[in-house]
């Protein structure tokens, strides 16, 4: 995205964020982006999330060889991975392609088709109508499957460990509860914040302004999840390193 096509974005969001005509309309609006977003992706994201902290539990322990390092530390490395990167960054970028696609298409179908333009005519500000319930949207739910990505994932590495033998129930259990800081939390929800309106925005700025047929929407798609997950990881070390 170069500072021409920044300066259309920031004026975008400008023109989404005037305030709406009537909040009913956007409030009926906001609610089936949230369930869309949210409750739509929660299957994915508790999947993946899972799996993820299986496979993190059996690396370390697989790492963690040395008999001068108690197996508590397991869960300590597993636990503080979790929270500060893998839960928010992986499901960013999973939600990313899911959601980011499915966003950048539906506003570029109704660009092409001219249903904008329609809105435009009546007088209904297009930005606001299209673009602030999926960022309301998308700043609320992200947060809260986060939130679930953590807690699954910590438990996802419970089961890993102890089925495999890699680490026993006390152990895990110790090594999670042990020098535990809430910074960290509040750290990835932040995290999560910032993602979910990368996630939402980015693929409406180019489903908005995309030109041609249903080859440039598909084009437009592609470009909306490049774009956003770049920016979900430089926005990651942007974060951590200003708030670590």
């Known amino acids: 995205m170069n500072f021409t096509n920044f300066g259309r974005y920031i004026l975008l969001l400008k023109a989404a964020f005037k305030r709406p005509e009537k909040w009913k ?25 899972t799996f993820i902290g299986a496979v993190m539990t059996l690396q370390i322990a697989f790492q963690l060889v040395s008999d001068f390092i108690p197996k508590t530390i397991i869960g300590s490395v597993n636990r503080d991975s979790t929270i500060l990167e893998l839960s928010p960054t992986i499901s960013a970028i999973v939600l990313a392609g ?18 904008i333009d329609a809105l435009e005519i009546m007088g209904i500000n297009a930005p606001g109508y299209l673009i602030l319930p999926k960022i309301l949207a998308g700043i609320t ?29 006390t ?31 980015v693929p409406a700025y180019e489903g908005f302004y995309v030109k041609g047929g249903a080859l440039e929407v598909a084009q437009a798609s592609t470009r909306a999840v490049v774009v956003s997950c770049i920016s979900i990881l430089a926005c990651d070390y942007l974060v951590t390193g200003l708030m670590l």
């Open 171 to 201: 152990e895990y259990i110790q090594g999670i509860t042990t020098d535990f800081n809430p910074f960290t939390i509040a750290v990835a929800l932040v995290k999560a914040f910032v993602f979910g309106f990368i996630i939402t925005s």
């Open 141 to 169: 739910m992200v947060p809260m499957l986060v939130i679930i990505s953590m807690v699954l994932s910590i438990t996802g590495g419970y089961l890993g460990g102890t089925l495999s033998g890699a680490v026993s129930p």
């Open 98 to 115: 899911k959601i980011g696609s499915a966003i950048s298409s539906e506003i570029g179908t109704m660009r092409v088709t001219e249903q």
């Open 25 to 49: 309309i956007y409030m009926k609006a906001i609610f089936q982006q949230m369930d869309f977003i949210g409750v739509g992706s929660l299957g994915l994201i508790s999947i993946i999330s």
